[in-house]
């Protein structure tokens, strides 16, 4: 079965300092994986995707990842981080199911907390 | 153009009541999934509804049902409520079953606090 593990609950940053959100998931096979926001008091909102080809996927808002096979991570990186970064974050891992729909697995998230 | 849209915004019932939520998917959707995510967790996969029909379903009891209509709009409906489905329930909507082109739209969601 699939799962996610992203291993910090909370992430404490300065504004202006570079963030990275760590990952891991577990699947037998190549994975799809995703970056989600959430925002309080809002929905999730999509960051990047990795399906296939090069590893360093960029995405929005400034955010990138990094797919590394050989250590199951998808970890989210940002070079400088604003104010407004402040929110939830979610990994997830989705294979194409049966029917081609996908249903990705979340992980229990990571909160972003920015001091000014 | 509209996104996800959900009603209520917020609901509180009694344990042993009956709740129904909505969700109107984003315009030109097709696919609609619904989640629950409880307090300090990701989101855990009900189910999913394609051509009014539930074509995924994830670790639920059969207390929870849901329908989805011509006009791709669905509900979610939790029979016999316990205190533990107390949770923000999101709904999810995307094109063709979630196609890997077309990834999920959330709206805000529905906070059910049960008493």
């Known amino acids: 079965a699939q799962s996610v593990t992203q291993p910090d609950i909370h992430i404490t940053v300065s504004e202006g300092a570079s963030l990275e959100l760590r990952c891991n998931y577990s699947y037998g096979a190549t994975p799809y994986l995703f970056w989600y926001v959430q925002s309080p008091g809002q929905g999730l909102q999509l960051l990047l995707k990795?399906?296939?080809?090069?590893?360093l996927v960029q995405g929005i808002k400034g955010f990138e990842a990094e797919f590394k096979r050989s250590q199951s991570s998808f970890n989210l990186r940002k070079p400088s981080v604003h104010w407004s970064d402040a929110a939830e974050y979610f990994c997830?891992?989705?294979?194409?199911?049966?029917?081609?729909?996908?249903?990705?697995?979340f992980g229990r998230g990571t909160s972003l907390i920015v001091h000014p | 153009d509209a996104g996800v849209t959900q009603s209520p915004t917020h609901l509180i019932k009694t344990r042993g009541q009956q709740v129904t939520l909505r969700c109107s998917p984003k315009s030109g959707h097709d696919t609609v999934s619904w989640y629950q995510q409880a307090l300090g967790q990701g989101p855990q996969f009900i189910f999913q509804?394609?051509?009014?029909?539930?074509?995924q379903r994830g670790n639920f009891p059969d207390r929870f049902s849901g329908h989805q209509f011509p006009n791709y709009s669905s509900e979610l409906n939790v029979n016999a409520l316990l205190l533990g489905d107390s949770a923000l329930y999101l709904c999810?909507?995307?094109?063709?079953?979630?196609?890997?082109?077309?990834?999920?739209?959330f709206g805000n969601g529905t906070r059910l606090t049960v008493t």
């Open positions: 999810a909507s995307s094109l063709g079953q979630g196609d890997f082109g077309s990834p999920l739209h």
């Open positions: 990795y399906f296939s080809g090069d590893t």
């Open positions: 997830a891992v989705g294979p194409r199911a049966s029917g081609g729909s996908y249903i990705p697995t």
């Open positions: 509804y394609y051509e009014e029909e539930e074509r």
